[in-house]
């Protein structure tokens, strides 16, 4: 089975700050990877798929990069609504498997 | 628009079974895969399985392997997932969600969830 790895499992940043979060993924998964976003209460929402590509309607400080076994998640410049934890996923093989989550904070 | 509507939530006592549904629209029901993923209360997200609409064919994480079954009603348009012997560690909420056409593919829609309670 993949084993997904994500760092930082938490961080606070400044509105406007660039921030970045890592998923490292236990065996080459090619580009298989997504990022979600999931606010309290909610479903997680798709912004990035296939590493780099961005879901619609999701805004472009968002931006996803990497190959292989390692991957980030950036986000140019931190807004509000931008608290939220945010997930990597590999869909390379059965079974699927998650990142442990980056809860995002304000600092 | 695509839409995954799931069951309301359900509240089971210890070894029962729970049956959670996921009613899908917008889009046609029998070429995109279907998967469940569960979430306990403050942790990270568990895949659970796939079940293929189309035939029905199905794969579980090992962890499920022998208490979960995922069915499908092509008539409905609705995506079923059973739990069988559930423990406490089970009290979760239940999302499905719609991946694409091929057998490995992104989750691109996500049902709202199903809480699910298991408490004596």
């Known amino acids: 089975d993949i084993q997904m790895t994500q760092s930082p499992s938490s961080l606070s940043a400044s509105v406007g700050d660039r921030v970045t979060i890592t998923c490292q993924a236990s065996?080459?998964?090619?580009?298989?990877l997504s990022w979600f976003q999931q606010k309290p209460g909610r479903a997680p929402d798709l912004l990035i798929y296939?590493?780099?590509n961005l879901e619609t309607g999701v805004p472009s400080r968002f931006s996803g990069s990497g190959s292989g076994t390692d991957f980030t998640l950036t986000i140019s410049s931190l807004q509000p609504e931008d608290i939220a934890t945010y997930y990597c996923?590999?869909?390379?093989?059965?079974?699927?498997?998650f990142g442990g989550g980056t809860k995002v904070e304000i600092k | 628009q695509v839409h995954l509507v799931q069951s309301g939530a359900e509240v089971k006592k210890p070894g029962a079974s729970v049956k959670v549904s996921c009613k899908a629209s917008?889009?046609?029901?029998?070429?995109?895969?279907v998967h469940w993923v569960r979430q306990a209360h403050g942790q990270g997200l568990e895949w659970m399985g796939i079940?293929?609409?189309?035939?029905?064919?199905?794969s579980y994480a090992q962890k499920f392997q022998g208490r979960v079954t995922m069915t499908r009603d092509t008539s409905t348009s609705t995506v079923y997932m059973e739990l069988s012997g559930l423990m406490s560690e089970d009290t979760a909420v239940y999302y499905c969600?719609?991946?694409?056409?091929?057998?490995?593919?992104?989750?691109?829609?996500w049902g709202q969830g199903t809480l699910v309670t298991v408490s004596s």
């Open positions: 065996q080459d998964i090619s580009n298989s």
């Open positions: 296939d590493t780099s």
């Open positions: 996923q590999q869909h390379e093989e059965l079974p699927l498997s």
């Open positions: 969600a719609r991946a694409g056409w091929q057998l490995l593919s992104f989750f691109h829609y």
């Open positions: 079940i293929n609409p189309s035939g029905g064919r199905t």
């Open positions: 917008g889009y046609s029901f029998t070429s995109y895969y």
